[in-house]
């Protein structure tokens, strides 16, 4: 009979109210001097909890719901948002000073996403897309392998109804005709019209070469300004609702894009960039010059307004979710990181005048314009370069001041009517919809929901760490440790993706990160202490550490970051200075094979999910980003895991959904067998179907329980 593992025993009495009250009547008398009879009453008795100890654990620190996709009425008068709980996705719509109530009932988790919430004029009906985009194949995420197949289509619904929403058409981005009527959506990079009757049979809105994209209606409802992507540039048109023509604004030999009205619908402002010249590649870890474009619609006469100093344009532009407004007090409000932080700048549309209005040390990375058009409230890391909180600032004036602070982290504000509304989470809560109360300085949750298994008290508070690289770049962390505990424990090195991510001091605002969180908490509280490294090329610190040289394929310098992070793990008395595991996705799974191969002296296992191996390989995918060169192909290599295994000896488990879409489920099948041929111990876990971001609550579950038990035998 097998022993029963002590640790097993420990972690069901971390869950008391969940392992209690399964102990069912168990008739069975026990002689106390017999060890079988006690290995067989252990059995038994564990037999009675819920299927596993260790799922029960992790279900305490993952199943708190998550909030997300907030809209508004144009009146104020009803918000809307999505909750997604244990991958179970709904809306919930608040209207007045009524409790929030669920309008859709989608039961199962699988992984169908619901996103792009918008309220019709009246602020009656809501349309809302269902389902995730295809890939390069045509196909739409179906994680759950539904038998039938998925789509991305748009729900209609009657917020004043009880009845289920219904399916309208495929496509997505749906946005309202002024009448309420009808609606116009993008599909196949066309942009279509369509009614609100079940199963419509849409039709073009208009038909133009290129991908067209961003419909934006006039001011009085007459044109719908949107951008023509024609791969190499891309341009600025308005299309007339009353002659039905299209025109042109500025068509140049650069990318022109999103396009804004001016408050009198008689200009439009915009972005440009150049052109793709011959044999030149996407590369994001470079800038590039950008202008700021207004040009009157009647007369044609254009003007740049705006250019910026150096090569300044690319990352402030996508990463926000508003790069560009015109507000109705007739400034033009525009994100640029020129000074060397990612700002909002107001400038008149003549070009005078223009304003630093977010100044300081510190990333701003969205904003509102409020009902006045005289102020905005923005979301940064000003003064507590940890978290995020929400900021007031003049358009015209500046003198930015602090409207939430404190410990919890405030991100997205968010305006209906008058009202402020942020994502709030902290240390121990998942992000949730909350009221700015302003003059409190403080918010308030809309909808506290009833938890069954999620712990709030076992969280511990992750503390601020900086070090040092060897290089001299000071390096910030956050560091997971369970003081309680006296003996000494395994370090763990935790690596974010993207890489252009920072985390935070609490959960994280995006679904992906806010789980990986969740993990670094359990694992503390299981005994370990886990260091979150904020290695250079993340944001939150700065462009010029955002864009450090020699990076990813170009050197991989920022490896030297999580080298340091292992140090000042292995430098704590707390810490077992031989057990230091390491793991991260995406491109913390790129560090964490990095860490295996290059130093096993330090590392002792890893867990890598759907990491980078080799940065030659072109697989349309993340590779592609870097605008690498042939020149550069072995220069990738030497900058990739599998320039060298060696030296590769310890343990790995590798995750991967076969259906990734930003890295090619190719890397993975190469460093397995790569790894297998020199006999190093893989542990793999293949999700069929799911996708980069995992969207399923099932397979982060199964992978944060294999991760445990992994770790669990192999650094303890």
Same mark, same amino acid.
């Given at each position: 009979?097998?022993?029963?593992?002590?640790?097993?025993?420990?972690?069901?009495?971390?869950?008391?109210?969940?392992?209690?009250?399964?102990?069912?009547?168990?008739?069975?008398?026990?002689?106390?001097?017999?060890?079988?009879?006690?290995?067989?009453?252990?059995?038994?008795?564990?037999?009675?909890?819920?299927?596993?100890?260790?799922?029960?654990?992790?279900?305490?620190?993952?199943?708190?719901?998550?909030?997300?996709?907030?809209?508004?009425?144009?009146?104020?008068?009803?918000?809307?948002?999505?909750?997604?709980?244990?991958?179970?996705?709904?809306?919930?719509?608040?209207?007045?000073?009524?409790?929030?109530?669920?309008?859709?009932?989608?039961?199962?988790?699988?992984?169908?996403?619901?996103?792009?919430?918008? +309220?019709?004029?009246? $602020? !009656? #009906?809501? =349309? %809302?897309?269902? /389902? &995730?985009?295809?890939?390069?194949?045509?196909?739409?995420? *179906?994680?759950?392998?539904?038998?039938?197949?998925?789509?991305?289509?748009?729900?209609?619904?009657?917020?004043?109804?009880?009845?289920?929403?219904?399916?309208?058409?495929?496509?997505?981005?749906?946005? +309202?005709?002024?009448? $309420? !009527? #009808?609606? =116009? %959506?993008?599909? /196949? &990079?066309?942009?279509?019209?369509?009614?609100?009757?079940? *199963?419509?049979?849409?039709?073009?809105?208009?038909?133009?070469?290129?991908?067209?994209?961003?419909?934006?209606?006039?001011?009085?409802?007459?044109?719908?300004?949107?951008?023509?992507?024609?791969?190499?540039?891309?341009?600025? $048109?308005?299309?007339? =609702?009353?002659?039905?023509?299209?025109?042109?604004?500025?068509?140049?030999?650069?990318?022109?894009?999103?396009?804004?009205?001016?408050?009198?619908?008689?200009?439009?402002?915009?972005?440009?960039?150049?052109?793709?010249?011959?044999?030149?590649?996407?590369?994001?870890?470079?800038?590039?010059?950008?202008?700021?474009?207004?040009?009157?619609?009647?007369?044609?006469?254009?003007?740049?307004?705006?250019?910026?100093?150096?090569?300044?344009?690319?990352?402030?532009?996508?990463?926000?979710?508003?790069?560009?407004?015109?507000?109705?007090?007739?400034?033009?409000?525009?994100?640029?990181?020129?000074?060397?932080?990612?700002?909002?700048?107001?400038?008149?549309?003549?070009?005078?005048?223009?304003?630093?209005?977010?100044?300081?040390?510190?990333?701003?990375?969205?904003?509102?314009?409020?009902?006045?058009?005289?102020?905005?409230?923005?979301?940064?890391?000003?003064?507590?370069?940890?978290?995020?909180?929400?900021?007031?600032?003049?358009?015209?004036?500046?003198?930015?001041?602090?409207?939430?602070?404190?410990?919890?982290?405030?991100?997205?504000?968010?305006?209906?009517?008058?009202?402020?509304?942020?994502?709030?989470?902290?240390?121990?809560?998942?992000?949730?919809?909350?009221?700015?109360?302003?003059?409190?300085?403080?918010?308030?949750?809309?909808?506290?929901?009833?938890?069954?298994?999620?712990?709030?008290?076992?969280?511990?508070?992750?503390?601020?760490?900086?070090?040092?690289?060897?290089?001299?770049?000071?390096?910030?962390?956050?560091?997971?440790?369970?003081?309680?505990?006296?003996?000494?424990?395994?370090?763990?090195?935790?690596?974010?993706?993207?890489?252009?991510?920072?985390?935070?001091?609490?959960?994280?605002?995006?679904?992906?990160?806010?789980?990986?969180?969740?993990?670094?908490?359990?694992?503390?509280?299981?005994?370990?202490?886990?260091?979150?490294?904020?290695?250079?090329?993340?944001?939150?610190?700065?462009?010029?550490?955002?864009?450090?040289?020699?990076?990813?394929?170009?050197?991989?310098?920022?490896?030297?970051?999580?080298?340091?992070?292992?140090?000042?793990?292995?430098?704590?008395?707390?810490?077992?200075?031989?057990?230091?595991?390491?793991?991260?996705?995406?491109?913390?799974?790129?560090?964490?094979?990095?860490?295996?191969?290059?130093?096993?002296?330090?590392?002792?296992?890893?867990?890598?999910?759907?990491?980078?191996?080799?940065?030659?390989?072109?697989?349309?995918?993340?590779?592609?980003?870097?605008?690498?060169?042939?020149?550069?192909?072995?220069?990738?290599?030497?900058?990739?895991?599998?320039?060298?295994?060696?030296?590769?000896?310890?343990?790995?488990?590798?995750?991967?959904?076969?259906?990734?879409?930003?890295?090619?489920?190719?890397?993975?099948?190469?460093?397995?067998?790569?790894?297998?041929?020199?006999?190093?111990?893989?542990?793999?876990?293949?999700?069929?179907?799911?996708?980069?971001?995992?969207?399923?609550?099932?397979?982060?579950?199964?992978?944060?329980?294999?991760?445990?038990?992994?770790?669990?035998?192999?650094?303890?």
């Amino acid at each position: 009979m097998k022993e029963i593992d002590n640790v097993s025993i420990a972690n069901c009495y971390l869950a008391p109210h969940a392992f209690a009250i399964r102990i069912l009547r168990i008739g069975i008398f026990v002689i106390l001097n017999s060890s079988t009879m006690k290995k067989l009453f252990l059995l038994l008795f564990l037999s009675a909890v819920e299927p596993c100890c260790a799922q029960t654990l992790l279900e305490q620190f993952l199943t708190a719901p998550t909030e997300s996709g907030f809209a508004s009425s144009k009146d104020g008068k009803n918000i809307g948002w999505v909750i997604n709980d244990r991958g179970k996705r709904n809306i919930v719509v608040k209207t007045g000073t009524d409790l929030p109530r669920f309008v859709t009932d989608y039961p199962a988790d699988d992984g169908q996403e619901i996103s792009q919430l918008v +309220f019709s004029p009246n $602020g !009656l #009906k809501i =349309l %809302f897309v269902r /389902g &995730g985009a295809s890939n390069r194949a045509g196909q739409n995420p *179906n994680p759950s392998s539904i038998s039938e197949g998925v789509e991305q289509a748009i729900y209609f619904k009657d917020i004043g109804n009880k009845s289920a929403p219904s399916k309208i058409v495929s496509g997505n981005s749906p946005l +309202f005709f002024r009448d $309420g !009527l #009808k609606f =116009l %959506f993008s599909k /196949g &990079g066309q942009i279509f019209e369509s009614t609100l009757e079940i *199963n419509a049979e849409p039709k073009p809105f208009f038909l133009a070469r290129g991908y067209n994209s961003r419909p934006l209606f006039s001011p009085n409802g007459n044109d719908v300004l949107f951008t023509s992507d024609r791969g190499d540039h891309s341009f600025v $048109g308005i299309y007339s =609702l009353i002659s039905k023509t299209i025109k042109w604004i500025a068509p140049d030999v650069t990318f022109d894009q999103l396009p804004v009205w001016s408050p009198d619908g008689k200009s439009v402002a915009f972005i440009r960039m150049p052109g793709s010249k011959i044999g030149e590649l996407e590369n994001f870890t470079i800038g590039l010059p950008f202008s700021l474009v207004v040009a009157e619609i009647e007369s044609g006469i254009t003007k740049v307004i705006w250019k910026s100093p150096t090569s300044d344009g690319g990352f402030a532009q996508s990463y926000s979710t508003n790069p560009i407004t015109w507000t109705t007090t007739n400034r033009i409000l525009f994100h640029s990181e020129h000074t060397g932080w990612n700002h909002v700048f107001s400038i008149n549309p003549d070009g005078s005048d223009l304003k630093d209005i977010t100044p300081g040390d510190g990333e701003v990375e969205s904003f509102v314009v409020d009902a006045s058009g005289q102020n905005i409230y923005f979301d940064g890391n000003h003064e507590d370069v940890n978290r995020r909180h929400i900021w007031k600032s003049s358009v015209v004036n500046g003198n930015p001041s602090a409207v939430t602070n404190g410990e919890g982290i405030e991100m997205y504000p968010m305006l209906a009517g008058s009202d402020v509304y942020c994502l709030r989470s902290s240390f121990n809560s998942p992000k949730a919809v909350a009221r700015v109360e302003e003059s409190k300085k403080m918010t308030a949750q809309l909808f506290p929901q009833k938890l069954v298994a999620f712990n709030s008290s076992l969280f511990v508070k992750p503390e601020a760490v900086t070090f040092k690289a060897p290089d001299g770049t000071v390096i910030h962390g956050q560091l997971f440790i369970n003081r309680t505990i006296a003996i000494k424990r395994p370090g763990v090195v935790y690596m974010h993706g993207g890489p252009t991510r920072q985390m935070l001091l609490g959960f994280h605002y995006s679904d992906y990160y806010s789980n990986c969180y969740a993990f670094n908490q359990l694992l503390a509280n299981q005994g370990y202490a886990v260091l979150a490294v904020n290695f250079r090329n993340g944001i939150g610190y700065g462009r010029d550490f955002r864009m450090t040289k020699n990076q990813g394929p170009r050197g991989a310098t920022e490896y030297q970051d999580v080298v340091a992070a292992s140090k000042f793990l292995q430098s704590m008395p707390e810490v077992d200075a031989a057990k230091i595991g390491l793991w991260g996705g995406s491109y913390g799974g790129y560090l964490t094979a990095m860490g295996l191969t290059r130093n096993p002296e330090i590392f002792k296992a890893g867990v890598d999910l759907h990491g980078v191996h080799d940065w030659s390989f072109d697989g349309q995918d993340a590779t592609n980003s870097w605008g690498l060169l042939k020149s550069e192909s072995e220069l990738a290599k030497k900058s990739s895991p599998v320039a060298d295994l060696s030296k590769w000896i310890a343990p790995v488990l590798m995750v991967h959904g076969d259906d990734d879409r930003n890295v090619n489920f190719q890397q993975t099948i190469d460093l397995v067998e790569r790894l297998r041929a020199k006999n190093v111990p893989v542990e793999l876990l293949v999700l069929p179907d799911e996708v980069h971001g995992f969207l399923r609550y099932e397979s982060w579950s199964r992978i944060f329980t294999a991760a445990k038990d992994f770790f669990d035998r192999k650094l303890k």
